[in-house]
């Protein structure tokens, strides 16, 4: 049954999607509960990806659609320029106490991408306040994934996100990525080899000097680009090389934040301290869209200087702090505490890590990676057809009531924080199938 006409397919123009190929056989997403989505033909799909990252919580949470609806109905919107609204000071201070002590404020924003752009606008104008406006060159990654703005491709290190769009932003330079089958292939949990390719740091700082540097941005996990792992030691080098240098060290946890490898952020995790970090997606539940940057004191203070009349930053957006993502983002809090599921990777992660490598040795599959709740499995790509057999898998896992994610030819897992052991199996054991019957 295809409840769409031709003309609707048409007119939406769908984001990071093959639209022809997709509006040929369409798949619908209908309702959700729980761990589960049920598809526009009434079959129960099975979530393994949390939506796209963000659903930590589960799907349908009473407790978010009821705060949210008794906002919508006592204040739908308040401006935070020059006014205020008691929920975003509240949310703000609930926020901070779960974030790494000494990041203290929070600056809100409506999606990771906008996050990511108002954390390299702080770091930026913070270097210039302080007399340094040398320091302007702003360091990513190869394959790191800031979402979609112009700071953030530009930071970014995927090809296909940067190569349409023109010269992106000045003064960006990269970092290699830390993905090596040679070395790190199968690996469980965190690659022994590679924690020397932070080093690459300084390799950059001798290229530019370290006066024209004002801070590098890395996902702690890289995410997007299929699950990239920091091996063993490479966070604190980094961390260590930008202190040398006065460099601000951004950690973009859009994905890695709000327990998705078993504490609140992937720098508790690690036990690195950035200066800022970035948050979207698992900040609300993904029930109504918002980011937030989560920034240091030092950094925060160094702003509060001079005239009180003065704005500190301009910057910010209409719906900065909106009520209505406030509400949401203040009963997922409460689920998330309530329900420890910001910890609750940390109980799951061995059974995961179990589970994913168990696909070791299954046609097609050249690594597997893991952390946390989160779970790649790499395939080796069909020639002159890259990603066409990850993309297989994914329709033919929705066929079989699975939602997985693929980005090339990996397959990306990352379940809400609430699943049981027997759904874990069943994701494997789906994925199993598949890979054994496709070529
Ligand atoms: N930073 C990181 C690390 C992300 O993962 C963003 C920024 C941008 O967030 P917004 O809210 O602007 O989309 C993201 C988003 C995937 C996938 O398939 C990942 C994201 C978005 C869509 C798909 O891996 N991450």
């Known amino acids: 049954m295809d409840p769409l ?26 309702r959700a509960d729980g761990m589960y989505y049920w598809s526009h033909d009434g079959r129960r799909i099975l979530d393994a990806v949390a939506g796209l990252w963000c659903v930590n919580a589960g799907h349908n949470r009473r407790e978010i659609n009821d705060a949210v609806a ?22 703000a201070e609930r926020l901070v106490e779960i974030t790494p002590a000494g990041l203290d404020h929070v600056f809100f924003a409506n999606s990771g991408s906008e996050a990511v752009d108002t954390a390299l606008k702080i770091a930026l104008a913070y270097h210039r306040v302080r007399g340094e406006a040398s320091r302007q060159r702003l360091i990513g990654r190869e394959k790191g994934y800031h979402g979609v703005g112009f700071g953030g491709i530009s930071v970014g290190g995927i090809v296909n996100n940067r190569k349409f769009f023109g010269s992106l932003l000045p003064g960006v330079d990269h970092l290699r990525h830390t993905l090596d089958h ?62 040398r240098h006065g460099i601000l060290l951004i950690f973009d946890e859009v994905i890695t934040g709000f327990g998705r490898l078993g504490a609140p952020f992937g720098a508790q995790f690690f036990d690195v301290m950035p200066d800022m970090i970035t948050s979207a997606k698992g900040l609300t539940n993904g029930a109504i869209p918002m980011g937030a940057v989560f920034i240091t004191k030092q950094i925060y203070d160094a702003f509060m200087q001079g005239p009180e009349n003065a704005i500190e930053l301009f910057h910010g957006y209409t719906y900065s702090a909106h009520p209505v993502a406030c509400a949401a983002g203040l009963a997922t809090l409460d689920i998330y505490l309530r329900e420890e599921l910001l910890t609750r990777a940390r109980l799951l992660s061995d059974e995961w890590e179990r589970a994913v490598h168990s696909l070791r040795g299954v046609p097609h599959v050249i690594d597997i990676r893991n952390i946390g709740l989160i779970g790649a499995i790499e395939l080796e790509p069909r020639p002159n057809a890259p990603g066409a057999r990850a993309y297989e898998t994914l329709v033919k896992c929705y066929e079989r009531g699975l939602l997985v994610r693929v980005t090339g030819d990996t397959i990306a897992l990352s379940p809400p924080l609430i699943i049981e052991r027997d759904q874990i199996e069943t994701i494997v054991a789906t994925l199993g199938e598949v890979l054994r019957a496709i070529d």
């Open 5 to 30: 006409s031709r003309q609707a397919l048409d007119a939406f123009w769908m984001p990071f999607t093959a639209n022809r190929q997709f509006k040929a056989n369409p798949r619908l997403l209908a």
């Open 70 to 91: 008794r906002q919508l109905a006592t204040l739908d919107y308040a401006p935070t320029f020059q006014m205020g609204h008691p929920l975003a000071f509240e949310f």
């Open 182 to 243: 040679e070395h790190n292939a199968f690996s469980r949990g965190l690659p022994e080899w590679g924690a020397h390719l932070a080093d690459d740091l300084e390799r950059l700082v001798a290229l530019h000097d370290a006066s024209t540097i004002a801070a590098v941005i890395v996902e702690p996990v890289q995410g997007s680009a299929g699950v990239i792992l920091p091996p063993k030691g490479y966070l604190e080098r980094l961390r260590d090389i930008c202190d």
